[in-house]
């Protein structure tokens, strides 16, 4: 591996959600399609636009500066006796420790006065683990330029820009291990092992990794099949959907006394729910058919309704409810909205008030067909 080499806070991001896409990432190696990427960053610029506008002059916020501009100024004059926010985004760690020489005390003049702080930028209003170890990582390539660990880190998020302080030593240790599991992947003649997960949905390389996993008939397109299971499949020799479909193998249904049919027991046995069985989905993709374990029994009592409920899971805000039902032998399609926050309350009241209508309606017309009414 070349000396200079160094980890880039986007090939991180990368590794937290697929260590695929942080290997292609880390190789240079082009996207098929750059939608995904353009719509986060044109959202985020956006965002760190607004947080400036509004945590600007006067606010005793600085502005925060690009790593690279660091590591062009080692004298820091410009940046005296004030802490300054250094974005995270931008930050890039060298993955070969310097030397013990390098790593000697700094004279006075050489050791900057200022304090620089790591700080990331999320719109969503929610923040994870992830936004935490990306700022110990920013924490860490700080360190390499200045010389100094900072002991805290800041995240600004959602619409309110709310602030976040990251202990750095509460995931330092964390961080190490992904760097160093990073390098090792990167030092790999062989890419990891394909699995896709959910994050190929909004992966700039789904196309190639799906492409992949299909051309190999790949576990991973069993997107109801956990990782720990398809390495227990692997540990087996089991590494495609075909073979994975030839280990299917039908539970036989117990056979109940006359006399025992009516028995609480044999009532709960009926009652049982088939659990998800990645082999029978393999047999099902193999032979292209659609199999159907037991036989359904629906019965509806009353006015069946299809409910769709819409939001946004960060913010725990729903803004969109529908309702779809029968009346009259015509279809009747209902639709709730809230324009914010304040208007969620009067739309779940709404489709109650028109959920006991429905129940009204019903009983009114069950009404009107008794004999003798």
């Not at 590794?15 to 959202?43: S, V």
């Not at 003649?189 to 909004?202: G, K, Q, S, T, Y």
């Not at 280990?247 to 998800?276: F, I, Q, T």
Request: proline share 6%; glycine share 6%.
């Amino acid at each position: 591996m070349d000396a200079n080499y160094s980890v880039t806070a986007a090939v991180f991001t990368a590794f937290l959600k697929c260590p695929t896409k942080a290997h292609l990432l880390a190789i240079g190696e082009p996207a098929p399609a750059t939608y995904f990427t353009d719509i986060e960053a044109r959202i985020l610029s956006m965002y760190k636009s607004a947080v400036t506008r509004t945590l600007g002059p006067g606010t005793g916020v600085a502005e925060p500066l690009h790593f690279g501009d660091l590591g062009s100024s080692r004298d820091h004059r410009d940046h005296k006796a004030m802490t300054h926010p250094v974005d995270c985004e931008t930050t890039a760690y060298n993955v070969v420790p310097p030397s013990r020489e390098r790593e000697g005390r700094r004279s006075p003049e050489s050791t900057p006065s200022s304090t620089f702080v790591p700080v990331l930028f999320s719109p969503w209003d929610k923040p994870e683990v992830s936004d935490s170890l990306l700022v110990c990582f920013g924490a860490l390539a700080l360190s390499q330029v200045t010389g100094v660990l900072t002991d805290t880190g800041t995240v600004i998020y959602g619409e309110k820009h709310r602030r976040k302080t990251v202990k750095i030593g509460d995931h330092a240790v964390r961080t190490h291990q992904i760097v160093d599991a990073i390098v090792a992947t990167c030092n790999s003649r062989e890419p990891p092992p394909l699995l896709l997960n959910r994050h190929c949905a909004v992966c700039d390389f789904q196309q190639r990794c799906r492409g992949l996993a299909i051309e190999r008939d790949d576990l991973s397109l069993l997107s109801a099949m956990t990782g720990k299971e398809q390495a227990k499949c692997n540990a087996k020799g089991v590494f495609s959907i075909k073979q994975l479909s030839y280990g299917y193998r039908p539970r036989r249904r117990k056979r109940n006394r006359l006399d025992a049919e009516s028995s609480k027991k044999s009532s709960k046995r009926a009652a049982l729910v088939v659990k998800n069985d990645p082999k029978l989905t393999a047999l099902a993709i193999k032979k292209n058919q659609i199999h159907v374990v037991g036989a359904p029994s629906l019965k509806f009592d009353g006015t069946p309704i299809f409910l769709d409920v819409e939001g946004m899971p960060d913010r725990d805000f729903y803004y969109l409810i529908g309702l779809r039902f029968k009346s009259g032998g015509e279809h009747v399609e209902r639709s709730f909205w809230a324009d914010g926050l304040d208007g969620e309350r009067v739309i779940w009241e709404d489709s109650l008030r028109e959920l006991k209508a429905i129940g009204m309606r019903r009983s009114s017309a069950t009404a009107l067909m008794r004999p003798g009414f």
